[in-house]
């Protein structure tokens, strides 16, 4: 199983949310590989040394670098859907990219609408968990 994570995921963990922290605690057990993409790091990094908890967390995840190629099939994303958030396209990629190697992918996320409609446009139908 995969996991990945947005912003809204990350702000949970940084604040404690037991059960984010939880299933991830679990995944890392299991050996499930969860991914962040980067800029949902940047949405959520603000102070590492009061952030202890996320970044303790982002070590054992693998952090999904915004590439060239992400980039651009985020951009494409965002004219197909005509929405401008790029980094929830860029999340949306990570899912689609994580589904062709990985069929059971759990993308934790607050802004379940919006990323629904960006995955619905690359027929990727993860389960979502809203955090």
């Known amino acids: 199983m995969s996991i990945v994570l947005d ?4 702000i949970a963990l940084d604040r404690g949310d037991r059960d984010v922290w939880l299933r991830l ?3 890392f057990e299991n050996g499930d590989r969860v ?3 980067a800029g949902v790091i940047g ?3 603000r102070d ?3 952030q202890v908890l996320l970044s303790r967390s982002l070590k054992r995840c693998d952090e999904m670098p915004l590439d060239g190629s992400t980039a651009r099939t985020s951009g494409w ?6 929405t401008a958030d790029v980094i929830d396209a860029s999340v949306a990629v990570i899912v689609s990219y ?3 190697r990985d069929p059971q992918v759990v993308l934790l996320t607050s802004d379940t609408r919006d990323l629904q409609s960006l995955l619905s446009a690359l027929d990727a139908v993860p389960r979502i968990v809203k955090v």
Do not use: D, E
Not at 7 to 10: D, E, I, P, Q, V
């Open 7 to 10: 912003a809204g995921a990350l």
């Open 25 to 27: 605690q679990t995944a």
């Open 77 to 82: 994303l965002c004219g197909l859907t005509n």
């Open 48 to 50: 590492p040394s009061r």
């Open 35 to 37: 991914r962040v993409p």
């Open 98 to 100: 994580a589904m062709n």
């Open 43 to 45: 949405q959520a990094w």
